[in-house]
């Protein structure tokens, strides 16, 4: 008896997302499984934000439907995405540099305790360090103290405290835009650790990325976008950056000028 096909965590079918006359998606499917990276990868415009973002709760969807975990589920807005364990950690970070590490991880969703003196902190600060400590353990996130304010922080240490932060809150799915963007070669090492490590803990991973040796060195899968449509689906590991280099481009089909034409004329808003 023929095993049943696995079913995605989080899935996507037939996404379409337009801006006044710019189509930004085009009857897109994308799909990521527990325990998987996913590299998404596209040139300027080819809508890999704009992918992300519909995920997010940001962008409305115009068509389409999402699964999680194989049921239909509707997304009207990032607290709808968060419920379902979905969150992105985008390039900006999003952290306050004047905080600790503890703070950051916990900003938003504090734990306080209750019927304190009205003078004393209402924060739980030593329940707060505690759980921040072992989730920076699991991840393998090595900082100087939890208590050090972000703006001391190497580059690639902030983006692990930014994913940390995604991951504490029994996350399942969690998309990384240019995750290693603007760091140096070790911060890098640290920052692609850190994503074998959500993938060896069971979580489905998508990783936005222009820089394709990152993609190669981490992703199970690379799912390639173009013009808004999904052009191509390769195996990480039986496939060459020039096969992904010549389908974000549209060279194995002969499309190249004309792809680089519609690229300049669609703008920033695809992504």
Known sequence: MEASPRTPI???????????????????????????????????????????????GIYPIDAGEIFFEGKPVTITGPKDVGRLGIET??????????????????????????NVHPLVSPLNEV???????????????????????????SGGQRQSVAVARAVMWNSRVVLLDEPTAALGVAQSRMVLDLILQLKKQGLGVVVISHNLADIFEVVDRIIVLRLGRRVGTFMAGSTSREQIVSAITGAEFGEVEENNTANGSEGGMAG
């Open 10 to 56: 989080l899935e996507l079918k037939g996404i379409s997302k337009r801006f006044g006359a710019v189509q930004a998606l085009k009857d897109v499917n994308f799909e990521v499984f527990t325990g998987e990276v996913v590299g998404l990868v596209g040139d300027n415009g080819a809508g890999k934000s704009t992918l992300i973002k519909c995920i997010s």
């Open 89 to 114: 950690v985008y390039q900006d970070l999003a952290l306050c540099d004047n905080l600790d590490v503890v703070a950051n991880l916990y900003l938003g969703r504090e734990a306080i305790n209750q």
């Open 127 to 153: 329940k707060m360090e505690k759980r921040a400590i072992e989730v920076l353990k699991t991840l393998s996130v090595k900082l100087p103290s939890p208590r050090r304010v972000v703006a001391s922080l």
